[in-house]
């Protein structure tokens, strides 16, 4: 499984479907989990797209470590949230 290397600031961006969420909803957006003690820390700076097909964000800085990359939103017309994952690993330095 090939990484992928974190720098705080940087731009960002995630292609897929269904990927739009409501940003004023804490349990939806863009999370980094922590694969060590599965801890997760949201992307909280304003999204610059938030599109179905498309997020595009500054990465947060983050402790040194190794994390999953997940999307987290409530499908219209659903009320359980779906989760996203990347299949690569984070490495924040």
Do not use: C, H
């Not at 990927?19 to 700076?45: M, Y």
């Not at 498309?54 to 994390?67: Q, S, W």
């Amino acid at each position: 499984m090939v990484g992928w290397i974190l720098t705080p600031g940087s731009g960002a961006r995630i292609t897929g479907a269904l990927l739009k969420f409501d940003q004023k909803d804490p349990n939806q957006g863009v999370f980094f989990v922590n694969i060590e003690d599965g801890s997760a820390t949201r992307v909280e700076t304003t999204m610059l797209k938030n599109k179905p097909s498309e997020l595009i964000f500054m990465n947060p800085l983050l402790d040194p470590g190794t994390y999953y990359l997940e999307v987290r939103s409530i499908l219209t017309g659903n009320t359980k949230i779906r989760t996203g994952r990347l299949s690569a690993q984070v490495t924040a330095v």
